[in-house]
């Protein structure tokens, strides 16, 4: 069955512009997380959906933001760009489940975003 | 917050040695889970505990979580070059938040 599908791969974007992020979850599973990984930091929550509500919000500034759609299909945006905002921005599906994960999270293979 | 700390972040054995790595929480887990990820790859899920004491192997991986849910440990048998990623532990906190904290990650570099 097909992977977590990211979209694009890789990005070029000068400070101050914003950039949309798509991610396409493994089909049949409905909760989408996005995390940001810099090699400082590790792996950072950036926030979780589960049919189309927020369910978790991490840490980041309000530039930071994200949708779910009814095919569970999840964009996130960046507004404002900085440079400090260059990392490998991943996203991960799991099956439904409300409350505690039971299984783990499938990654996609990210987008490579380069703030210049 | 809750935090999820491995250290050290890099290690480096010899093919053939065993490795073992740790990872502590600053709160009681509901589940523990690790993942590997490869260079220039994405990570890709190995395992969840998540009874206390809980103990599971894969091949020469082996998983255990602590008695207080608190931390928990992989320990590789006789490493291989395969064996060469970056090696996370994740945590969801008890309670209802689904959240899913990753440690930092530990980098294992095997010499063959």
């Known amino acids: 069955k097909a992977g977590v599908t990211q979209t694009p791969r890789y990005l070029i974007k000068t400070r101050g512009q914003q950039v949309t992020l798509s991610c396409s979850p493994i089909?049949?599973?409905?909760?989408v997380s996005w995390y940001q990984q810099t090699p400082g930091q590790g792996l950072q929550f950036l926030f979780e959906?589960?049919?189309?509500?927020?369910?978790n919000k991490g840490n980041f500034p309000g530039r930071f933001s994200g949708r779910q759609f009814s095919n569970s299909r999840s964009e996130m945006n960046v507004s404002t760009l900085e440079l400090g905002d260059s990392a490998l921005y991943l996203c991960?599906?799991?099956?439904?489940?409300?409350?505690?994960?039971?299984?783990?999270?499938?990654f996609g293979s990210g987008t490579r975003l380069t703030v210049v | 917050g809750q935090q999820v700390m491995q250290i050290p972040q890099y290690q480096h054995v010899q093919e053939g040695e065993d490795f073992t790595t740790y990872c502590n929480s600053s709160?009681?887990?509901?589940?523990i889970q690790w993942y590997k990820q490869r260079p220039g790859g994405h990570p890709v899920f190995l395992i969840q505990?998540?009874?206390?004491?809980e103990v599971k192997k894969q091949k020469r991986l082996t998983f255990q979580f602590g008695e207080a849910k608190k931390n928990s440990s992989l320990h590789i048998t006789a490493t291989q070059t395969t064996d060469v990623g970056t090696y996370f532990c994740?945590?969801?906190?008890?309670?209802?938040?689904?959240?899913?904290?990753f440690g930092k990650g530990i980098t294992l570099s095997v010499r063959p």
């Open positions: 505990l998540v009874k206390s004491g």
């Open positions: 991960a599906s799991r099956r439904p489940a409300r409350g505690l994960p039971r299984e783990g999270y499938t």
């Open positions: 709160t009681t887990l509901s589940n």
């Open positions: 994740a945590g969801t906190d008890t309670g209802a938040n689904s959240k899913l904290t």
């Open positions: 959906y589960f049919s189309e509500t927020q369910r």
């Open positions: 089909s049949g599973h409905r909760s």
